[in-house]
């Protein structure tokens, strides 16, 4: 148990429909990260929150945004769903203010999206 | 940031030593490499980093040859719990950028 808390584990919406996605990192973490893995694509990163406020983007779609909340919980918000949007989003924290290789990341159980 | 190559999948059998390589050919000088795993159907996780020559924890063995332009992760006496994706990182401590790439399959017989 990595001690990152996703919700919910599974969702399933229809195209054009819009989800949220909820992250509560471990205890003492104030980066939050969120990365999309489908199947062809591999762990992609998307967003990144420092306590608070956005540090660093990916490759985040206009129709998908996040936001860090004061108790440092993190939500990913998706809009206008397509087809392509499935797949696993994972939330991971940190320690580190950084998006480097050499921070240690923990990364929560996945939240699988599947839209029909 | 040094880009990796790490061979797409491997398959072995319960009780054998695994040898993962990963090829880091432009890895520069400040530049460490880190290991993930991923089991099916939950997130990566951290195992193993080093800078050079031999590191060893309670899960894995990172060599890491002079010329660091390769890496070998080595899990000893692999188990059917070890099937897993495993992905290398290569990054400089002063590079603000993560890249996970597909990682290798590793998938262990019984």
């Known amino acids: 148990d990595s001690g990152v808390t996703q919700t919910p584990k599974h969702l399933i919406t ?6 949220t996605l909820r992250c509560s990192p471990r205890s003492g973490d104030l980066s939050v990260y969120w990365y999309q893995q489908s199947l062809d694509q591999g762990l992609q990163f998307l967003i990144q929150y420092y306590n608070g406020e956005e540090r660093a983007k990916g490759n985040i779609l206009e129709r998908f945004s996040a936001q860090q909340f004061p108790d440092l919980h993190s939500e990913l918000n ?18 580190a203010r950084t998006l480097r290789s050499t921070d ?6 996945g939240t699988r999206l599947t839209v029909l | 940031l040094a880009k990796t190559t790490q061979p797409i999948s491997m398959d072995s059998y319960e009780g054998q030593e695994v040898n993962i390589t990963c090829s880091h050919n432009n ?25 050079k020559t031999k590191v060893t924890n309670e899960v894995a063995s990172l060599f890491i040859p002079a010329d660091r332009k390769s890496s070998t992760l080595s899990l000893p006496r692999v188990s059917l719990s ?14 603000d950028k993560i890249i996970f790439g597909k990682g290798t399959r590793l998938h262990i017989l019984p």
């Open chain 1, 78 to 95: 998706l809009s206008s769903l397509e087809l392509g949007d499935s797949a696993l989003y994972f939330c991971a924290s940190s320690v």
């Open chain 1, 104 to 109: 240690t990341q923990y990364f929560g159980p």
């Open chain 2, 82 to 95: 070890d099937t897993a994706v495993y992905y290398c990182l290569v990054g400089d401590p002063r590079d």
């Open chain 1, 14 to 19: 229809a195209t054009g429909q819009r989800v």
């Open chain 2, 27 to 51: 890895i520069a000088t400040n530049d460490y490499i880190t290991w993930y795993q991923q089991f099916p159907s939950q997130g990566p996780r951290f195992i193993i980093q080093g800078y």
